[in-house]
């Protein structure tokens, strides 16, 4: 496996897992399903300062870049690609404006962090060139909005990976105190033990250490709230605890 800083060592046609590191078991399964589309795999590890909201939140965020590559190459990656922050923003690059739905839910909790999204994942895209690229549906807002930019390149939509209690894996569940980690199971349970929206609002008011952002039933295509005709349903979570944001989703039976 190559660690490399220059795109231009890299092969264009590649299937590509973008990462900002902290790597865990969820970015493995991202890259065992993009070594199923290339013999080239190319992980990037670029903590992108545009999707923070605040200095405070991108300082915070992990950094563990040696156990990052270590774990990249235990996965098939071919090529790990830190690329140095001005050939990602030279000078004046413009922020692209992501598309509608970044004003809903965590756009609107999170005001700029879809328009950093795409901004960098173009760049990455328009600079790479790979023919595939692998989201995971835990972001599954972020993957949306992905699919409207990506152009040429394929997005292959990859499952949620799990603690074996059923929370989303996330690099930030680390910042959790141990009673908060016990206490996030709460999201996915309520999740997948519910079939209505007041029935998982009522099962995550069951805990008190997660302060609830939204519980949702959606339209996937739309984000507006599900109806009796909506096609594909998902319902989507997020909330705090321990001043951890963790988000989760889980798509409803669909109606033929
Ligand atoms: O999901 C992430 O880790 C980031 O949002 C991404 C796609 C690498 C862009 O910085």
Redesign the pocket.
């Known amino acids: 496996m190559k660690v490399v800083t220059d795109v231009g060592q890299l092969p264009s046609g590649c299937a590509f897992v973008?990462?900002?590191g902290a790597l865990h078991a969820g970015h493995a399964s991202l890259m065992s399903i993009a070594k199923e589309h290339s013999e080239n795999v190319v992980v990037s590890i670029?903590v992108?300062p545009l999707?923070f909201e605040s200095a405070e939140d991108l300082a915070k965020y992990p950094r563990t870049p040696d156990a990052d590559i270590e774990l990249a190459a235990m996965h098939g990656v071919t090529h790990v690609w830190l690329p140095p922050h001005a050939d990602i923003y030279p000078k004046d690059h413009p922020v692209l404006t992501a598309g509608q739905i970044s004003q809903l839910y965590e756009g609107k909790s999170r005001p700029g962090h879809f328009d950093g999204?795409v901004t960098?994942?173009r760049r990455f895209f328009d600079l790479l060139k790979p023919g595939t690229a692998i989201?995971g549906e835990k972001?599954f807002q972020?993957l949306k909005l992905v699919e409207e930019i990506a152009g040429d390149v394929k997005i292959i939509r990859a499952p949620i990976i799990r603690e074996a209690d059923g929370l989303a894996m996330s690099s930030r569940n680390i910042r959790l105190t141990p009673e908060g980690r016990a206490a996030a199971a709460v999201i996915s349970q309520a999740l997948f033990a519910s079939e209505t929206e007041s029935e998982l609002r009522k099962a995550l008011a069951s805990q008190p250490l997660l302060t609830v952002d939204y519980a949702d039933f959606i339209d996937e295509e739309s984000f507006l709230p599900a109806g009796g005709d909506t096609a594909h349903t998902r319902a989507i979570v997020a909330g705090w605890i321990n001043g951890v944001r963790l988000i989760d989703n889980r798509q409803m039976v669909q109606r033929s």
């Open positions: 973008p990462t900002m670029f992108n999707q999204v960098v994942v989201f972001d972020q």
